[in-house]
Every structure is written in C-alpha cells, then in structure tokens.
C-alpha cells in the first residue's frame, strides 16, 4: 500500500516562501492522484493542489493559484508543494494523502484518498 510523509513546515513571515515536500512510498500499478490538502484552526479540511505522477494536469484551488506549484521529483518520488507569497489565511496544517484514480473519473474524490500523512504545520505571521 501507498504511504506518504510530510515534511518542510515552518513559521515565516507574510510575502514569504515555503517547500513543502511529500515522501511517496510503497507500489502501486494503478494510476494513482496525490494531493495537498490544509485544515487551518477551527476550520475544515480544503484541497489544495493535486499531481497525477501518472499522467494528468495538476490542479490548483482557486484561492492558491498563481502562487502554490505542485510538483513531482521523479528520482526522489516527492510531490512538493511551492508556496510563495505566503499571507497568514494560509496558516495551517498541510496534510498529503495519495489514492487511487477510478477508472474514467477525471479525479479522486475525497474518499479515494486511503493513504494520509500526519501533516506538517505552516504558520506564516503578517
């Protein structure tokens, strides 16, 4: 089964700029979705971005776009997570998970996703 791991959070200030890294381990045959999603205090879970290391455009939300990149180093099979000009709304826990891509679904949905990580804290101060 497909494991993933977190790491990068940090504290920085707001304008600044933070690499988040998530360790994919495990194999899997199947086409596989791999996502970012951030649960800030007292608030729910929200996706962030989503790579397809098997094919697929990345998906940004609209409240990241044109400032979070994700990526996928192949030689290291991390999906990173760029985040720049960083504002404090962006305080929170960032959580990968990865799953499984149903066949003829342009995505996962949230219950495809069977494998989460702890989570990584980002606090970002104005």
């Known amino acids: 089964q497909v494991q993933v791991k977190e790491s990068g959070g940090d504290s920085v200030r707001a304008g600044g700029s933070l690499t988040l890294s998530c360790a994919v381990s495990g194999a899997t045959s199947s086409p596989t979705c791999v996502s970012w999603f951030r649960q800030a205090p007292g608030k729910g879970r929200s996706q962030v971005a989503t790579?397809?290391?098997?094919?697929?455009?990345?998906w940004n939300s609209d409240s990241v776009r044109g400032r979070f990149t994700i990526t996928h180093n192949n030689a290291k099979n991390t999906v990173n997570l760029q985040m720049n000009d960083l504002t404090p709304e962006d305080t929170a826990v960032y959580l990968c998970?990865?799953?499984?891509?149903?066949?003829?679904?342009?995505?996962?949905?949230?219950?495809?996703?069977?494998?989460w990580g702890q989570g990584t804290q980002v606090t970002v101060s104005s």
């Open positions: 790579f397809y290391p098997g094919g697929g455009l990345p």
């Open positions: 998970a990865a799953g499984v891509w149903p066949r003829g679904l342009a995505t996962c949905g949230i219950d495809d996703y069977k494998s």
